[in-house]
């Protein structure tokens, strides 16, 4: 970070303030309203505390390694406006004569490069702003805020009896507006997140703007296969179990309903496999016939590496490589990604809340589990399609994350994807089961009364 910072950043905190305002009428409705400029500065301060903690407390990272590269497609478009132009469109192939004295200083520009990708949407944000570090890490908040804000008022049209709750777990959690709004792969990955959740919910169920919600998740499908396929294939099976129940519920004919059923599953099921075998296919990190011996190869190596720098590191178990080996760990990671680090397990203030955010996961779940049971809560989760979407994505996801991480550092910032769908899941959860013993209730009263 630079002077230039002081000066910029207000200028355009001012700018997008404005916007916001301008829009907030549009896009809010009286119960939502006042979560919406809140929210937003929350992750303007996410963003800039994320520079903050890794400039003077861990003294670089993964942020400024993306602003180095900006920095070097900033001075291309310095020296020739042509030059910085390939670079921006340069998916990180093989380079002209034009741009190769540049391509040499990054390490990053490799092809098809994740964080390449990453680098040129910065460098883009940074076309208008002078390529300042600050603003460029306020595009990526407000970015990330327009899709977890869609994620949030879709939450909030299914179950409106708990928005004040959606609110809190989506924006107020420290992990979401930390780690997903500053200049990370993160930030962007979340809010394409919510944007696919939106377009889903607007288009596939309620067949409304059916074009335009296509475009839109499309485009943010597309962004979460180029960023972290991971993240979409997790998300599949829940959101086409969710779109096809929901529509088959809109089946008047029981019996048409049963026999269209099964029918649903196979196609979901025939278009998750084709996702995962041919969206990933070639992909060194995500390819299904690697991902075994990726995920032994990056776990092995975080799990050292964490050992030797005396990090927060987690064991689950030797891995064979396998996808086979992968399932077997999968309960004790779902545990880990969801209730671990354990408050003993924190060696410095940000895995502490890291820790506190994990007990209440484990204390809010366990208390449903206490007040409704294990079975009935199972059996009303496979009843009600949001829920499915949410449970489902959530342990697919948490087990995927934590099998490849095997550092608390790392694992905090990977899971954030999982945390609304996770907590939202649960609050909904809590209100449909209070909604039912309130019915139960209602006619014992009466016939109280009536005796």
Not at 98 to 127: K, N
Request: glycine share 8%; charged share 15%; net charge positive.
């Amino acid at each position: 970070m630079e002077l230039s910072d002081l000066f910029l950043a207000p200028l355009f905190l001012g700018i997008f303030y404005a916007v916001a305002y301008g829009v907030r009428s549009s896009v809010t409705n009286q119960f939502t309203r006042p979560f919406f400029i809140p929210a937003l500065t929350l992750k303007f301060i996410g963003a800039i505390a994320l520079g903050l903690v890794y400039q003077f407390y861990y003294g670089g990272g993964d942020t400024f390694n993306y602003f180095f590269h900006t920095k070097i497609i900033h001075a291309a478009f310095g020296d020739s406006f042509s030059a910085g132009w390939k670079l921006l469109l340069d998916n990180g192939g093989d380079s002209d004569p034009a741009t190769a004295r540049y391509v040499a200083q990054m390490y990053w520009h490799q092809p098809h490069s994740t964080e390449y990708l990453t680098v040129r949407i910065a460098a883009f944000f940074g076309l208008f702003c002078f390529n300042n570090y600050t603003v460029i890490a306020l595009f990526f908040a407000v970015t990330s805020f327009s899709g977890l804000w869609a994620l949030y008022i879709t939450f909030a049209k299914i179950r409106p009896h708990v928005y004040k709750q959606l609110a809190w777990v989506i924006f107020y959690i420290p992990s979401m507006f930390f780690w997903g709004s500053g200049l990370m792969k993160d930030s962007l990955c979340v809010g394409a997140l919510g944007w696919v959740f939106y377009a889903l919910y607007k288009g596939a169920i309620q067949k409304r703007s059916i074009i335009t919600c296509a475009a839109i998740g499309l485009l943010a499908a597309y962004a979460l296969l180029s960023i972290k396929s991971y993240i979409l294939l997790c998300f599949l099976p829940g959101a086409l179990l969710w779109v096809f129940n929901e529509n088959n519920a809109l089946i008047k004919n029981q019996t048409v309903r049963l026999l269209a059923k099964p029918v649903f599953f196979a196609v979901g099921g025939l278009i998750a496999v084709f996702a995962a075998t041919n969206l990933t296919k070639g992909d060194d990190k995500y390819d299904v016939d690697k991902i075994g011996e990726r995920s032994k190869i990056t776990a092995d190596y975080l799990y050292q590496t964490s050992v030797q720098q005396n990090g927060s590191a987690y064991y689950l178990g030797a891995q064979d490589g396998t996808i086979g080996g992968m399932a077997k760990l999968a309960p004790q990671a779902i545990a880990t990604a969801l209730f671990r680090p354990l408050l003993w397990e924190a060696r410095n203030p940000i895995m502490l809340l890291s820790a506190l955010e994990a007990a209440f996961f484990l204390i809010f779940t366990l208390r449903i589990f206490w007040r409704t049971g294990v079975v009935a809560t199972v059996k009303f989760v496979a009843t009600t399609p949001v829920l499915v979407l949410c449970f489902v994505f959530s342990l697919i996801f948490a087990a995927s994350v934590a099998i490849n991480s095997a550092n608390f550092g790392t694992l905090v910032r990977y899971k954030i994807p999982m945390v609304p769908f996770y907590l939202g899941g649960l609050y909904i959860l809590q209100s449909m089961l209070d909604e039912q013993k309130a019915k139960r209730r209602q006619p014992a009263a009466r016939r109280r009364v009536a005796a």
